[in-house]
């Protein structure tokens, strides 16, 4: 079929040329009058005009069109919400979506941004799975914008989850019910993940402002954060004499904490009655499965990409601190895995004594 062009819809509406693409780019000072407008979109309508994007692109040198270029969010569902936010807000605003998964392959990253430039992207958003500090990939332009991930060498917006005030409201949560031991079963990981680290320092933030001195024994580095590293490392905390024993764990992530759920039901624990438990991302496939359902800290993947892609589009302000980092907020999600700790373990003041 012939496609739909300017002149054919200048002969139908009985108009200049000039005239319809005035109209249809939206040039509202020419001096046009309103029934001529409204014909002149009637009958592009009617008949079947697009605007070719290709030509629009060399008038305005801009393509509508946006890259992500990722470690592996692609092929793993634990963020996937960061790309359905990214989609959203491209379609809102009329850009196509090129994604690239790397597979955290540094030549196939570089090569990927050289191809997306190439390709004349309007702008880019450089994503990873986790939160973690990143080497950016030579190459990349300004205004790209980090999604989950900060440059080591600063220099780009980015935005990442809060861990730390994330771990401070899911202890808060622990003390608030009365729990006075409160183990934690950490990464253990080379390197370190940030996010380690910073759920580690609200860990100890809580305690000590609870006036609870932290106990190294009851923090627990986790062989692998999975839920066999957290059946190992949750073992090893209610294999402890029942005076040392914690009666709450706070698991890096909601695998861990899936982990933890079995060894106490090994030693025959029952979630929250004998021990509390707390986990770390919302993994919907985890946290609201398990029996009883987990309380966790929801991981804001979905806020985090619309951010980084209105950012991008300058529909938002960057961030002013000085390393141009935008920290979300991690809200508590409480379901059925805390409950004051047993009778036989609360404090005078626990019971309001």
């Known amino acids: 079929m012939k ?5 054919d819809v200048a002969r139908e509406a009985g108009v200049s040329t000039s005239t319809v693409s005035l109209v249809l780019s939206g040039k509202t000072q020419a001096r046009i009058p309103t029934a001529t407008r409204e014909r002149v979109h009637r009958i592009a309508a009617e008949i079947g005009y697009a605007p070719n994007s290709l030509a629009r692109g060399l008038r305005t040198r801009r393509t509508h069109t946006i ?4 470690d592996q969010i692609a092929t793993t569902p634990y963020a996937v919400h960061m790309i359905e936010a990214v989609q959203d807000v491209a379609r809102e605003q009329g850009f196509l979506l090129f994604l690239v998964n790397t597979g955290s392959d540094a030549e196939v990253e570089a090569a990927s941004v050289e191809a ?5 992207v309007d702008g880019l ?10 080497t950016p990939p030579p190459g990349l332009p300004e205004g790209t914008v980090f999604l989950d991930a900060r440059p080591a060498s600063g220099g780009f917006p980015a935005v990442v989850p809060d861990d730390h005030g994330g771990a401070v ?8 019910q009365g729990h006075r031991r409160i183990g934690y079963l950490a990464a253990d990981a080379h390197p370190l993940p940030i996010a380690s680290r910073l759920r580690w320092e609200g860990y100890t933030e809580v ?5 609870i001195t932290p106990d190294p024994r009851l923090c627990v580095r986790v062989p692998s954060s999975t839920a066999a590293g957290g059946v190992e490392a949750a073992g090893r905390l209610l294999d402890l004499p029942a005076d040392a024993r914690p009666t709450a764990l706070f698991c890096f992530n909601d695998r861990v904490a899936m ?3 079995r060894a106490a039901r090994h030693r025959a624990l029952e979630i929250p009655r004998d021990l509390s438990v707390v986990g770390f991302d919302d993994q919907e496939l985890i946290a609201a499965a398990l029996d009883p359902p987990l309380t966790t800290v929801a991981l804001p993947h979905y806020a985090m990409g619309r951010w980084a892609m209105e950012v991008l589009l300058g529909l ?13 907020p991690c809200p508590l999600v409480r379901r059925e895995s805390v409950a004051p700790p047993p009778a036989h373990e609360r404090t005078p003041t626990d019971d309001g004594d």
């Open 3 to 7: 496609r739909v062009g300017i002149r």
């Open 67 to 70: 890259g992500l270029v990722s």
């Open 116 to 120: 997306l430039l190439a390709h004349q």
């Open 125 to 134: 958003v450089y994503a990873c799975m986790w939160h973690q500090v990143v």
């Open 169 to 176: 409201a899911a202890v808060r949560e622990l003390v608030a």
């Open 207 to 211: 305690l000590r402002e609870s006036g």
């Open 259 to 261: 982990g933890a759920y």
């Open 316 to 328: 938002r302000p960057a961030p002013t601190t000085a390393d141009g980092v935008e920290l979300m």
